[in-house]
């Protein structure tokens, strides 16, 4: 697929939701087998990185509708603290991941159980971050439920978001309240943004 960019003078919400059901059904569309080599070469940068082999507390997520999984990162780096994000209301709670103790939220995703303890987002070293779609100035579109841009102004942490290559856009719009990434990785690779 073709990159696209925002429509000149186009109102950010009508083009950013545009977007997002392009790219949600571009998404959506992906075959198992893409999906789980785009997963695989995406966790090898990530494994290879010197900044993640470094840090010692991270956040993470479980795949869901087709993005790009995490999962083998946990097992390839067994010296990170692992976490996870749960929706309590309208914002994000981190907690220690426990591949045992994992419930399903309403929206469908998995997320860690209610009773686990709270991580402090201030002791989070990267925040690998999904969406539906990025661009190389950092800019995220998410599904806009607005979880991420309220919960990343909480941590110091790295964001990190994590895309497949044709959901990498050279531009995107954005509002003030939308929260930028530091840097992008793709199965292409890690892209710095800052």
């Known amino acids: 697929m073709a990159v696209t960019s925002a429509k000149p003078g186009a109102l950010p919400g009508p083009e950013k939701q545009r977007l997002r059901q392009e790219f949600c059904q571009l998404r959506e569309c992906l075959p198992v087998e893409d999906v789980a080599a785009a997963s695989e070469a995406i966790c090898r940068h990530l494994a290879d990185w010197p900044v993640l082999r470094a840090a010692r507390v991270v956040m993470a997520y479980l795949a869901f509708r087709n993005e790009p999984?995490?999962?083998?990162?946990?097992?390839?780096?067994?010296?990170i603290q692992w976490t996870l994000p749960r929706i309590e209301g309208r914002r994000l709670v981190v907690h220690p991941y426990d591949p045992n103790r994992l419930v399903r939220h309403p929206f469908g995703m998995l997320e860690p159980a209610a009773d686990l303890p709270v991580v402090d987002p201030a002791l989070l070293d990267i925040v690998l971050v999904p969406g539906v779609a990025f661009d190389r100035r950092g800019a995220r579109?998410?599904?806009?439920?607005?979880?991420?841009?309220?919960?990343l102004p909480t941590t110091p942490a790295l964001r990190v978001g994590v895309t497949y290559d044709a959901c990498l856009l050279d531009e995107l719009p954005y509002t003030e309240a939308d929260q930028h990434m530091d840097w992008?990785?793709?199965?292409?690779?890690?892209?710095?943004?800052?």
Do not use: C, K, M, N
Request: hydrophobic share 40%.
């Open 69 to 79: 999984s995490l999962q083998p990162l946990f097992s390839a780096l067994p010296h």
């Open 184 to 194: 992008i990785v793709t199965p292409t690779g890690l892209l710095e943004v800052r």
């Open 141 to 151: 579109l998410g599904f806009g439920g607005g979880f991420y841009d309220r919960f």
